[in-house]
């Protein structure tokens, strides 16, 4: 009886480190997605010192178009590419700058490898002097997958910002 209860215990104790070590926690998902959307925004939409976009520059399209793809899937981020680029052009256009704020994540649906968030990022538009002319709120949700031990974005909706920011 006592070989057997140790038997037992060897199980249970290796059954209780095949479930801990089974994979990342929810909340680890969580702030792996609300890292990956945060610096995916702002790498789409920060504009520092709009002086420093050369909206005229051949490569300038090219260039944002590179900066962002490391962030999708292959069909993501074909779906995407062609939205993303707007808004850096009006910010340099009206002479604007933007900053993002914290973005809040709401996890809408968890299956082993894929994930959906809403989230919503707050948007100050500046001038140069760095005077606050306007705060807004970008929206959007995202489908996250696991590909090669990170997360990528295989589909992202956002609703775009209003024309009257700028």
């Not at 993501?76 to 900053?99: K, P, S, W, Y």
Request: with cysteine.
């Amino acid at each position: 009886m006592n070989k057997m209860q140790r038997m037992l215990s060897i199980l249970i104790a290796i059954s209780l480190l095949l479930v801990a070590c089974s994979g990342p926690s929810a909340e680890e998902k969580d702030a792996k997605a609300k890292e990956l959307i945060t610096e995916y925004s702002k790498t789409l939409m920060e504009v520092k010192d709009y002086r420093e976009l050369d909206i005229q520059e051949d490569s300038f399209v090219i260039d944002q178009i590179n900066r962002i793809k490391p962030y999708f899937s292959k069909a993501g981020f074909e779906a995407r590419r062609t939205n993303d680029m707007m808004v850096l052009i009006l910010a340099a256009e009206h002479q604007r700058n933007i900053e993002l704020g914290e973005v809040e994540l709401k996890s809408m649906e968890a299956e082993s490898d894929r994930f959906d968030y809403e989230y919503r990022i707050p948007v100050r538009i500046k001038d140069e002097a760095g005077e606050l002319l306007g705060e807004h709120e970008y929206q959007g949700q995202v489908k996250l997958v696991e590909e090669n031990g990170r997360l990528i974005i295989e589909k992202e909706w956002s609703r775009p910002l209003k024309p009257r920011i700028w």
